[in-house]
């Protein structure tokens, strides 16, 4: 994608006053999704480490990819997802509760300063509610300017084959999914504008 003023260009197609359909998005929700044996859960926390309201939210996701039987696409399921500006150690709380809903075994987290502590925390408050701790994998996504509304836009594409190429579990995470699809402009900076489910939805998706 290349930023040239007020468009936006993505693989060829200019982006100019860019707004998401939302009604095709809300055409891939479906009130309860069979989770098949042979999948493994994929769970992302982008973490903010700090509560200041004019950070970022921290937002988890949990999800799947499998290859569809009928046309051999690779299918995204979102099951559930969850953001708030956490405190302390409630972020571990939030992060290892998550994980129980949904038996993670391996939390992947977004590399960052102070991760770290984030790490222990995790396993203290499991240790503390005698549960076993997830496994975490830190990872780094693409962080150059713009690479957040490039991932973005590209998780957007899995609406362009039919059937769409994502599958969007109902839940009670679906009205803070729906606010950030509304607001979100691919401007440079997108300041001001919370994208954090739909971020960590693309790099749950694959999408780095």
């Known amino acids: 994608m290349v930023y040239r003023g007020a468009f ?53 996701v949990v999800g799947f990819t499998r290859t569809r039987d009928s046309d051999g696409i690779n299918e995204f399921v979102l099951l559930d997802a969850s953001s708030n500006r956490w405190r302390g150690i409630q972020l571990a709380d939030a992060s290892l509760e998550f994980c129980l809903k949904w038996n993670i075994k391996t939390l992947q987290v977004e590399r960052i300063p102070g991760v770290d502590l984030l ?14 701790s ?23 594409t899995l609406f362009e084959c039919s059937p769409a190429a994502i599958r969007i579990q109902n839940g009670t995470y679906i009205p803070m999914l729906f606010e950030e699809i509304e607001n979100f402009i691919p401007t440079p900076s997108n300041r001001g504008r919370q994208v954090n489910i739909l971020d960590a939805c693309a790099l749950c998706a694959g999408f780095r």
Do not use: H, M, Y
Not at 9 to 37: H, M, N, Q, T, Y
């Open 134 to 156: 997830p496994a975490i994998r830190l990872f780094n996504p693409c962080v150059i300017k713009g690479a957040k509304n490039r991932r973005i836009l590209r998780f957007r």
């Open 119 to 132: 790490k222990d925390a995790i396993a203290l408050q499991a240790k503390l509610r005698n549960v076993e």
């Open 8 to 60: 936006f260009i993505l693989r060829g197609k200019v982006f100019e006053d860019f707004r998401f359909d939302v009604g095709r998005w809300r055409s891939a929700i479906e009130p309860g999704i069979e989770i098949p044996s042979d999948v493994e859960l994929r769970a992302i926390l982008d973490p903010s480490l700090t509560a200041n309201p004019s950070s970022d939210r921290s937002a988890l």
